[in-house]
């Protein structure tokens, strides 16, 4: 399964980036640890996790501690090692994605057509980046959004971060 795990990191100097390595990771408080190497002090660090265009994880530490995880499906857990690591222990969230959008259209662009019923079973805690900018909401419709590929959704997140740029340097 190939990966590219992106860790974005909130500092006295604002966001920065750098790619992750996580192969021979053993478990989830390895990779947390390795996340936390990356700024030891950063009050805020973020792992993105894009696995086969297909999946994404994404990992929280607030001042190092508290680790908050994230999955856009339950299958990556079951379809690889790397989903397992991440997300083996990690339960279904609190939120349930809604397949049914304001159809009036008011403060959108136009009406919202009806969503299908979303082929994602996301786990985790879809509210780890609600102090961020991003809602729960927002991040169960990106995931179950037809079309968006992993890279795609983290696109979007890093945009209302404020750390687009910094991501975007990593995949060239």
């Known amino acids: 399964m190939s990966y590219f795990a992106a860790a974005v990191v909130r500092g006295s100097s604002g966001w920065a980036a750098s790619e992750l390595d996580l192969a021979g990771a053993a478990d989830i408080d390895e990779v947390a640890d390795r996340l936390r190497d990356v700024d030891p002090e950063a009050g805020v660090a973020l792992l993105f996790v894009e696995a086969d265009d297909v999946y994404l994880a994404i990992l929280r530490l607030d001042q190092g501690e508290d680790l908050r ?50 082929d994602v079973d996301p786990v985790g805690d879809p509210d780890l980046l609600n102090d961020l900018g991003v809602s729960a909401h927002q991040l169960l419709s990106l995931c179950a959004h037809e079309g968006l590929l992993p890279a795609d959704v983290t696109a979007e997140i890093c945009q209302v971060l404020g750390c687009a740029d910094e991501v975007e340097e990593l995949r060239e």
């Open 69 to 118: 995880v994230f999955g856009s499906d339950s299958v990556f857990a079951e379809e690889s090692r790397l989903g397992a690591l991440l997300l083996g222990d990690v339960k279904a969230p609190a939120l349930e994605i809604d397949v049914v959008t304001d159809q009036s259209g008011a403060g959108d662009e136009g009406p919202t057509p009806p969503a299908a019923e979303p």
